[in-house]
């Protein structure tokens, strides 16, 4: 069966430090990749996706990037947090047939 | 755009009581929507899957309909109990990896 795993669980760093989020996919091949954030009462924002290695998709304008260095591995990066990126991360992989499975989420504060 | 409405935005209900969570989308033409449920500080469960050339699905106690014409779909539950209480959200897919959720409904089943 197939486990999507995300580290770290939890996070707090200064306003200006880098971040690196990770999530990792086992069980699948060649996965469509998202990553989310869900800010304190609000819905979900769809930040980034992935169909492939070294492709990556934007759909909002901010502080992130996110890079796919293997097939299973997706990455979430900031040169400098702002305190607005504070929230809960989540990456999710999608099946051919369109249903969406989610990790466990990173909970970032930006202090 | 696509915009995408869950009323009511709480619900508290007593055990055992069978209930409707509402989604509304503005955009009919989707190729599928789910629902989730999710638990504090947890990530996203998968619950039901609708693709747009079904009407419903049914998982256990639960039950999603979907229709498009009107831009609306309700997941049922069926004798509600504590373990339900959650928020249950709803995501509509539009376009290529064009995924909106709504804000989710909370849901409180009292013993």
């Known amino acids: 069966s197939q486990t999507i795993h995300q580290w770290p669980a939890t996070l707090v760093q200064p306003v200006g430090s880098p971040l690196s989020l990770e999530c990792t996919v086992e069980?699948?091949?060649?996965?469509?990749l998202y990553w989310y954030r869900q800010a304190a009462g609000r819905g979900l924002q769809l930040l980034f996706y992935?169909?492939?290695?070294?492709?990556i998709s934007s759909e909002v304008p901010q502080n992130l990037s996110a890079s796919r260095p293997q097939d299973r591995q997706f990455i979430l990066s900031s040169k400098k947090l702002l305190l607005s990126d504070s929230g809960f991360y989540l990456c999710?992989?999608?099946?051919?047939?369109?249903?969406?499975?989610f990790g466990p989420g990173t909970r970032l504060t930006v202090t | 755009k696509q915009e995408v409405t869950q009323i009511p935005a709480a619900l508290s209900v007593p055990e055992g009581e069978n209930l409707v969570l509402n989604c509304s989308f503005t955009?009919?033409?989707?190729?599928?929507l789910q629902w989730f449920r999710q638990d504090p500080g947890k990530g996203l469960t998968s619950l039901l899957l609708?693709?747009?050339?079904?009407r419903e699905q049914t998982s256990g106690r639960l039950n999603a309909s979907l229709d498009k014409s009107s831009g609306r779909s309700t997941l049922y539950i069926a004798a509600s109990q504590p373990g339900d209480s959650a928020t249950y959200l709803c995501?509509?897919?539009?376009?290529?990896?064009?995924?909106?959720f709504g804000t989710g409904t909370k849901l409180q089943v009292i013993p």
């Open positions: 999710a992989w999608r099946t051919i047939s369109g249903e969406q499975y």
């Open positions: 069980g699948t091949s060649n996965p469509n």
């Open positions: 992935s169909v492939g290695i070294g492709q």
């Open positions: 955009d009919s033409a989707i190729y599928n």
């Open positions: 609708i693709q747009s050339s079904q």
């Open positions: 995501a509509v897919t539009t376009g290529y990896q064009k995924v909106t």
